[in-house]
């Protein structure tokens, strides 16, 4: 088997994964990376949240139609959602 063939099989599992689950994961891992980076100092609590407050306005003005209006606006809630959550992958499975 090729190398391209090897890494197609190792992308199939992916493939029906629902995109809940792939938006948990990489919130999941954003949220690990940002406190890791808060914890080794690279940055502060309140630095976080002033990145957090960022991401959330960015969302919320740059939809460009009524149906990404919508997504983004969910997306920007899910962020402020984690700025007012340390937890916030946790607290999130469990509304969800």
Do not use: W, Y
């Not at 992308?11 to 990489?26: D, I, Q, T, Y």
């Not at 149906?67 to 007012?84: M, P």
């Amino acid at each position: 088997m090729s190398d391209a063939q090897g890494v197609e099989n190792d992308r199939k599992p992916l493939e029906n994964v629902e995109s809940h689950a792939v938006g948990l994961a990489a919130l999941t891992i954003c949220e690990a990376l940002m406190m890791s980076l808060v914890e080794k100092g690279v940055f502060s609590d309140d630095e976080r949240l002033a990145l957090l407050e960022d991401c959330s306005e960015a969302l919320r003005h740059t939809a460009q139609d009524a149906e990404s209006i919508g997504l983004h606006k969910s997306a920007a809630k899910i962020v402020e959602f984690v700025a007012a959550n340390s937890n916030s992958t946790k607290a999130a499975q469990k509304i969800g």
